[in-house]
């Protein structure tokens, strides 16, 4: 069965659908570059529900690209803790002084020199180019990918480089010229809410839907096809949260995963007790408590931890020791790290201070 639609079909039914039916979201208050640009690096790997407090909070304190631009990367990884990827926060704040210093504070509307920014790829360009500039750009994200999939039947896998291209190309070619913020917009609030994942599309209510090759067929529950992925590296840690005279020691990493953010000591390799009895004696061990065995997940990786908690006579030279409260308040703890607060709680009590 051949199926067509129109493409001014296409366009007419999705943006009338986005009108009525779009969410109420922050970021769709104001078109201004730095609001859309905040919003789009944040929803980088994090669902919506979970940006939406973050999105405010962080408006709120950097309101203004010489916010971003000026604040101390402590305070901004703080602000940014418990969203994970710190890298994205990191390019933040080199893309806010690049715009800054050599823009005067104002967003390039131009997708190649977006291109030479941190933390800006090609889909974060075209998000920019197209619901900012309103210029004929697309951005294609997971939910594109999705919808498009299933819209035009592909039976090969979207992680092919030529099915990519592919969508690409039918994305592009059903741009409205007169609207393209709203139709990129339109698309991936489509895939958001109605043609979703993992889970039987919403194919009842699709503005799509007579146009759509998977529903006519009966397969969209099995699109879009992906590659299987591979099993992730596992890494066996150890955690140790020291502590001296009620205070606990940290320390800012300067590793690629955890580059800049604080955290307790973690070793390379898993460690035994009678180990670090012995590489801690000269600190005068007072107390060792195993505190939680649980696994951290990245990306393309596992760390499966193991900790304790450590008291010590002696403190650690090269830590900085800070109560609870100045700790919870103060620094940006990933959560391989935060993970462990209640258990440390749990442990001492009263005695943190």
């Not at 594109?144 to 039918?170: C, G, H, N, T, W």
């Not at 590659?227 to 300067?254: C, M, P, S, W, Y």
């Not at 620094?331 to 607060?341: E, N």
Request: hydrophobic share 40%.
């Amino acid at each position: 069965m051949v199926i067509t639609m129109k493409k001014t079909t296409f366009n007419q039914n999705l943006i009338n659908w986005f009108d009525q039916y779009k969410r109420d979201l922050p970021w769709r208050k104001s078109n201004n570059p730095y609001t859309i640009w905040v919003s789009e690096i944040m929803l980088q790997q994090t669902q919506v529900t979970t940006v939406i407090d973050y999105f405010n909070r962080f408006m709120t304190e950097l309101p203004t690209v010489h916010d971003l631009a000026t604040c101390p990367i402590d305070y901004l990884l703080k602000l940014w803790e418990g969203l994970g990827y710190y890298s994205r926060a990191r390019n933040m704040h080199k893309t806010a002084k690049i715009i800054v210093n050599q823009y005067n504070g104002f967003f390039p509307s131009d997708y190649e020199t977006l291109l030479t920014l941190p933390g800006i790829g090609p889909y974060t360009a075209s998000a920019l180019m197209s619901i900012v500039f309103n210029k004929p750009y697309a951005a294609v994200d997971g939910n594109v990918y999705r919808v498009m999939a299933r819209f035009l039947a592909i039976q090969e896998s979207i992680k092919d480089p030529a099915v990519k291209k592919q969508i690409k190309s039918e994305v592009i070619a059903r741009i409205p010229k007169d609207n393209p913020a709203d139709f990129t917009e339109a698309l991936m609030e489509l895939g958001a809410t109605i043609c979703l994942p993992k889970q039987t599309p919403l194919c009842g209510v699709c503005p799509l839907q007579e146009g759509c090759a998977a529903y006519h067929q009966n397969c969209q529950d099995t699109l879009p096809i992906k590659q299987i992925r591979k099993a992730k590296k596992e890494e066996n840690r150890t955690v140790l949260v020291f502590v001296h005279r009620g205070k606990l020691a940290i320390k800012k990493r300067d590793d690629v995963l955890l580059h800049q953010l604080y955290g307790f000591y973690l070793s390379d390799n898993p460690l035994s007790l009678e180990t670090i009895k012995s590489l801690w004696k000269a600190y005068d061990i007072k107390r060792l408590t195993p505190l939680s065995k649980y696994t951290h997940t990245f990306t393309h990786l596992n760390w499966q931890l193991t900790s304790y908690l450590i008291e010590t006579t002696l403190p650690l030279n090269d830590f900085h020791y800070v109560s609870l409260s100045t700790l919870e308040s103060n620094y940006s703890l990933p959560r391989a790290f935060s993970k462990l607060i209640p258990h440390i709680k749990k442990a001492l009590g009263q005695k943190l201070t």
